[in-house]
């Protein structure tokens, strides 16, 4: 199941200034992990809109985000998927991020989840690829 995560949907036909291209794999937004590591920016604009929400949905979202963050994913993921799985890093990173952002606003809501955080950075870091440099240096910053 592993391998699923990272494998493109099949290819599928795509006009590109008047030539098809179908060989071009094409990946949905949901299954994206670029798209997934700009969601905590997203998620902290709604937040600035919708204030008045935020009480009721903070925990139940820094426990998601810290269930993202405990998933462990091998770094030895073939030549082929190296880019995926950069992707993957980077989305994690993201999400640490934004979590230690509302670790600054609502200190009593992650009081439960503070174990958790040290584990999950060690665990970025173990799975942090060679030559990931710029990720190993975001997890550090964050």
């Given at each position: 199941?592993?391998?699923?995560?990272?494998?493109?949907?099949?290819?599928?036909?795509?006009q590109f200034s008047g030539q098809t291209?179908?060989?071009?794999?094409?990946?949905?937004?949901?299954?994206?992990?670029?798209?997934?590591?700009?969601?905590?920016?997203?998620?902290?604009?709604?937040?600035?809109?919708?204030?008045?929400?935020?009480?009721?949905?903070?925990?139940?979202?820094?426990?998601?985000?810290?269930?993202?963050?405990?998933?462990?994913?091998?770094?030895?993921?073939?030549?082929?998927?190296?880019?995926?799985?950069?992707?993957?890093?980077?989305?994690?990173?993201?999400?640490?991020?934004?979590?230690?952002?509302?670790?600054?606003?609502?200190?009593?809501?992650?009081?439960?989840?503070?174990?958790?955080?040290?584990?999950?950075?060690?665990?970025?870091?173990?799975?942090?690829?060679?030559?990931?440099?710029?990720?190993?240096?975001?997890?550090?910053?964050?």
């Amino acid at each position: 199941q592993q391998q699923d995560m990272f494998q493109p949907q099949s290819p599928q036909s795509l006009q590109f200034s008047g030539q098809t291209l179908s060989s071009v794999p094409l990946i949905s937004a949901e299954r994206s992990f670029k798209v997934l590591g700009e969601l905590p920016l997203i998620i902290m604009l709604l937040f600035q809109v919708y204030h008045k929400h935020v009480q009721g949905t903070i925990a139940v979202l820094i426990d998601l985000m810290i269930e993202s963050l405990k998933l462990n994913i091998e770094p030895t993921v073939p030549q082929h998927l190296q880019l995926r799985y950069n992707d993957f890093m980077a989305a994690q990173v993201k999400t640490l991020s934004f979590l230690t952002y509302l670790g600054k606003q609502f200190s009593e809501v992650m009081k439960p989840f503070r174990k958790n955080i040290p584990d999950c950075i060690i665990l970025l870091l173990k799975n942090c690829p060679v030559k990931g440099h710029s990720i190993r240096r975001d997890i550090l910053v964050a």
